[in-house]
């Protein structure tokens, strides 16, 4: 039995995102390490091509979300990310 894990999936390199799913049509888990737009676009960018059957995100506090959220440039996305990730995603995730 195999697995299809990945680590992260942000870029600003979209051929990498496509390279690294190129050859499959499902994930069975991604894992977030920190809250970045760009980590965010590329998931979503993912949902759009294959199945992804577990997301795992970190905790972080309301005061570390709110620092997240200052200081990246995409502060509109990772505030409605932190609200209610689904609507982000577009696609629901168990």
């Not at 737009?37 to 709110?66: F, N, W």
Request: charged content about 25%; some cysteine; aromatic content about 8%.
């Amino acid at each position: 039995m195999s697995y299809t894990i990945m680590y992260d999936c942000g870029s600003t390199n979209e051929d990498l995102i496509k390279e690294a799913i190129s050859d499959t049509e499902e994930i069975d888990v991604i894992f977030l390490s920190h809250y970045h737009a760009d980590h965010i676009r590329g998931l979503q960018k993912i949902l759009k091509s294959v199945e992804v059957k577990r997301l795992i995100l970190p905790m972080i506090s309301y005061p570390d979300a709110c620092i997240a959220i200052c200081m990246d440039k995409d502060q509109e996305l990772l505030w409605k990310f932190f609200v209610n990730p689904q609507s982000v995603l577009e696609k629901k995730i168990p």
